[in-house]
């Protein structure tokens, strides 16, 4: 039962900071420092990302009529709209993917360590300030997922590998302020984060269930779905949030929260 409520708790900050720019590798990270789970070193490195596609399936809920690419009337076809935001979202994804595949291991070797997340927290809390300053008086180039361009959406996907190789970045907050520095409004450009999270955490996460052998005990079987199935219940919630909060705020706050947090980690990281 103590196993089960650490999950519970695991999923509840998955599901938050998933989609919120402040890192859900980084926090879960954090968060194992002082929680630990019962189980091993295999599983827990798969939890940490298989544990995110429950928060990914809350976006295949909310936006399932936008992300299915099929229309059955008057014959079953893929209408060229979806398949032109289908084929951006996937061009998007290619630079994280390739990296991923390739140095996987190594990056989790290098800086799944809460000091790497806390600078990781603290510049991009920096930039986000930033950009918000920087872009207060300029004109949205994009107001929708239908004008990104492809352009658009490799320079996003480029933006997206500095999460996939620092944990602590966030792939929401890279992307997001990708996204916004290359003339994306706010809501455009969590949306298409949101989409873009589809493929490429459903890929990550086959990754590592490939990896991890796909065996699992009793025990581990339950600790897995209790974990996706509050991080999806969560994400729900979180999701809907966002997209209020950024209908008439700016990204200040998480950039302001995100360095507060970053300083507290590494003076803990001092003091330990």
Partial sequence: MIEILKTILFGIVEGITEWL???STGHMILLEEFVKLDVSKAFWDMFLVV????AILAVVVIYFKRLWPFRSKPKLHIPKDKLDMWLKILVACVPAAVIGLM???KIDELFYHYVPVAIALIVFGIGFLVV???????PIRVN?????TYKDAIIIGLFQVLA?????????GATILGGIIIGLSRTTAAEFT??????????ASLL?????????TGSEMIILAVGMITAFLVSIVAIKFLLGYIKNHNFNLFGYYRIVLGLIVLLYAMLR
Avoid: H, Y
């Fill in 164 to 172: 996939a190789v620092f944990p602590g970045t966030s792939r929401s």
């Fill in 51 to 54: 544990i995110q596609l429950g």
């Fill in 194 to 203: 949101f989409f873009l999270a589809v493929p490429v955490m459903m890929g």
């Fill in 144 to 148: 929708s997922i239908a004008d990104i």
């Fill in 208 to 216: 590592k269930l490939i990896k991890f052998g796909l065996v699992f």
């Fill in 21 to 23: 720019p402040v890192s």
């Fill in 103 to 105: 140095f996987d291991e």
């Fill in 132 to 138: 918000e300053k920087k872009n207060a008086d300029k």
